[in-house]
């Protein structure tokens, strides 16, 4: 099956939804077999997770994924742009 990622690295400021402090998001094409990843580059160590159904642990009003100390919240409306375009490496 063939894989799609994005052309190249892009960021996006704004204000956090359950935070409400200023945040970046920055999504940058991957390698074949990478899957969709997120990188909490502001915790010690960045560590890594990865958008997989065995990660997911709320539904609740938002969808968050977890793997070990890190989590991601609210990545429903991503994901979906993702899937609408054809991107699943990124």
Same mark, same amino acid.
């Given at each position: 099956? &063939?894989?799609?990622?994005?052309a190249k ?7 956090? /939804?359950?935070?409400? &402090?200023?945040?970046?998001?920055t999504l *940058?094409?991957? =390698?074949?077999? %990478?899957?969709?990843? #997120?990188? *909490?580059?502001? /915790? =010690?160590?960045? =560590?890594?997770?990865? +958008? ?10 938002? %969808? %968050? /994924?977890?793997?070990?100390? +890190?989590?991601? #919240?609210?990545?429903?409306? /991503?994901?979906?742009?993702? +899937? +609408?375009?054809?991107?699943? %490496?990124?």
């Amino acid at each position: 099956m &063939q894989q799609a990622t994005i052309a190249k690295a892009v960021s996006y400021t704004g204000i956090g /939804l359950h935070s409400g &402090q200023d945040v970046t998001i920055t999504l *940058r094409p991957a =390698p074949v077999d %990478t899957g969709i990843v #997120f990188v *909490r580059t502001d /915790l =010690p160590g960045a =560590p890594r997770v990865a +958008a997989r159904a065995d990660n997911v642990t709320n539904t609740m009003r938002a %969808t %968050t /994924l977890e793997d070990g100390p +890190a989590k991601v #919240f609210t990545v429903e409306h /991503l994901l979906a742009a993702f +899937a +609408a375009m054809g991107v699943d %490496t990124v």
